[in-house]
Every structure is written in structure tokens, then in C-alpha cells.
């Protein structure tokens, strides 16, 4: 089965089996009636991402049920989050805005970029001086600063302009960019480290070590290129794919490494999103094109079983309830192989 028949598949089984019509919203898991399980809290941050690969679909085959759809969970979510998109957390609030610009750009719906800009004021609101600038993690916790709430910022304030031209996001764009560079880039090869000052002891957690925030990360960097035509922030992003590949890759195979369920499950899928734009921009650059086919390849032989379910280790089938946090990691893998086959 080509990649495209097997994309079809995921989707298929994403929307038949975390659905819920009542809700309208996707649930958290694969064998539940409610979206959460006792005592769960709500990710509203997954909600994105399945919208993100409900525009993946759409953009790959043009049907209309993937846009209808769209707009179904747009208005899920928005009565699941209390009448608004506004969020405690800044990272979860740009991956929102990312999927609702991009669902503007697709289907040029009003609803989408009035929320996109909603969201974007209040985003701007969570940078502050504390460790030297940074949008903070979240609005109760000012002073810690990460990787998943700057460098996803950079890229839609890049796409912002891109699209409609304000100097004001280009110039956020860089600066968030500059400070994540600054303050969370390993100098020696361009590897992400995560955060800084999460424990209040203004320390760099270089433990965490994750394919998210590599992605991210390369993402701005690329967004920035096609922004200003400056090689350095292309270089940045190449330099970063490969200390990812070095650093977290099996070595034999090129395999991406199993990060566990809840967040970390959608880890992987983000990595993959962003590789593909390295292609897209810089094809001559073959490790991205070459994982993104390494990791596919693996997955559709190997790792989907008889319902069309994936699990956390793309190499084998997965056993006992998927969250949809990992099912969203390989329908994005999926997707972003489909789309190489068609260039």
C-alpha cells in the first residue's frame, strides 16, 4: 500500500475512533465514549494538533469532509474551552493559532483568522525580562521560559507576516527567535535544550532532551529564511537536524526514538512536520527527506496494526489503548511521506 492509501487509512481510523459527535470534539483515547478518563485533565493543546492534521488531509486530497470537519471541531473546542481559545498556557495557545491561520490560509473562512488574531494579542502578553526576555510558559509561572512556548511563537509571527505583511511580527519573529538561539541552543552543535528557571534556579534542564523542541525550533529557523533570505537561519535549522539525528536517532537505523505517551506522545509527529518543511526549502539537504522515508517505511510495514491504530515505537504494532496524542505522531509521519511521493 503507497503512502497515500495508508495516510487515507490513519484518518479514517483517527476520525472513527476519538470522534466524539456529541462533544465534537476528539477524545483522548482510542476505546472511551467521554473525552476524558477520571481524573484527566483536558489537553486542549491535542485539540490543535488534530486540527492540524484534519488540514494535512485536506490538503493532500481536496475533500470536502475534511474541512467540514474542520469546522466542526473549531466550534468544539471553543464550547470545550469555555466560549473562548484563550488559555493558561502560551505554547498550547500558539498551537492553536498555528492550525487556525493555516486553516484560514486553506479555506479563507473569517472565524479562523479572527481567533488567530485574538490569540496572537494575548501570546505577546507573556513575553517578560525574566531570564534576559521569553514568552513564559504559562501565564501563572512568568519566570520559566522554554523552548515550546518561544519557538513556536517565532514561527507564526514569521507566518504572520508572510501573509500580511506587518513589520511588527517579523520583528517579534526574530527577537524571540534570537532569544531562544541565545539562551537554549547547545553552542557546540545546535542541539534544543528545553527550558530554563523551571525550578525557580535560573538552570538550563540540558537533560531534557527532546525531538519536539528540535523541530520547533528548525521550524522558526526556516520561517525566518523565507522571511528575510538570511542563510544563517537556514544553516541554524540544518545544523539542528542533524545534532537531532546524532544525538537521538538509532544509529543503525535512523529510527526516532519512543517518547512515551501523554504530551511526549505527540512529540514526534511535530519533529516530522518541520523536517518536512526542511525539504521543502533546502531539498538538497538529503537527512530529512531520508528519515522522514526511514521512519514511514518502518512504521507502515512494521508498526500499524489490524484496525489502523499506532503506538509509541513505530517499529512494532501497538497493544492496548492509544491515546490520541500518538495516534496524531504517525498520521503526521504519514502525511508528510505521502507528500514526498508526490513531488
Known sequence: MNAAAMADLLQATL?????????????????SLTVNRPGENYYYWWQAHAADVILDGYARTGNVAYSSRLEHLFHGILRSNRGTFRHQYYDDMQWMALAWLRAYDMTGAQMYWESVADLWEDIRGGWNQ?????????????????????????ILAARLFQRFGDEADLAWAQEIYDWNKRTLTDPVDGFVWDG?????????????QFTYCQGVFM????????????????KDACRTAAAMKNRLCDSATGMLPDEGIDDTGLF??????????????????????????????????????DTGRVGTDWRMPPEGSIQLSVMLSGVMLLEAYASLQTK
Open 219 to 234: 521550524g522558526a529557523g526556516l520561517e525566518l529564511y523565507t522571511c528575510t533570505g538570511d542563510s544563517v537561519y537556514l
Open 15 to 31: 476520525h472513527k475512533l476519538y470522534w466524539n459527535p456529541g462533544t465534537q470534539i476528539m477524545n483522548q483515547w482510542d476505546d
Open 130 to 154: 525574566h531570564m534576559g526576555g521569553g514568552i513564559a510558559w504559562r501565564k501563572n509561572q512568568l519566570d520559566y521560559k522554554n523552548t515550546p512556548a518561544n519557538a513556536p511563537a517565532a
Open 196 to 208: 530554563i528557571n523551571r525550578l525557580g534556579d535560573e538552570k538550563i534542564d540540558m537533560d531534557w
Open 268 to 305: 514526534k509527529g511535530i519533529l516530522i512536520r518541520y523536517l518536512r518543511k526542511l525539504v521543502e526549502i533546502y531539498p538538497e539537504f538529503e537527512l530529512p527527506a531520508e528519515l522522514i522515508e526511514q521512519n514511514a517505511i518502518t512504521l507502515m510495514e512494521h508498526g500499524i496494526d
